[in-house]
């Protein structure tokens, strides 16, 4: 099993800045990517950025030059630098991971942090 423990959410003004931080334990060994995902009311739940072992990247587009994904291996922390910040990126923000655990893939999350952008 993983264990995913978000911080950093909160309020802020349309054009500020944020930082998510998601902090993983147990079989930490076993994960293979890390990412963010983000869901508004009513909306279903969506990437907003991923990093793999290797720190190969991946961003929606409507945070690309924006937000930046970053992972500490050696405190097992994954971030999220959000910046220029816009009303539409209103959402709980869950951190989310796969791991291998013997012969199959598993997904887990975290229990979610609210961000809100204040116009």
């Known amino acids: 099993q993983v264990q995913l423990v978000e911080s950093g959410g909160g309020l802020v003004q349309a054009g500020g800045s944020l930082r998510l931080s998601c902090a993983a334990s147990?079989?930490?060994?076993?994960?293979?990517?890390m990412g963010w995902y983000r869901q508004a009311p009513g909306q279903q739940r969506d990437l907003v950025a991923r990093i793999g072992s290797s720190n190969t990247t991946t961003y929606a587009d409507s945070v690309k030059g924006r937000f930046t994904i970053s992972r500490d291996n050696a405190k097992s922390t994954v971030y999220l630098q959000m910046s220029s910040l816009k009303p539409e990126d209103t959402a709980v923000y869950y951190c989310?991971?796969?791991?291998?655990?013997?012969?199959?893939?598993?997904?887990?999350w975290g229990q979610g942090t609210q961000v809100t952008v204040s116009s």
């Open positions: 147990g079989r930490i060994s076993s994960i293979n990517f």
């Open positions: 989310a991971c796969n791991a291998r655990l013997g012969s199959l893939d598993f997904r887990f």
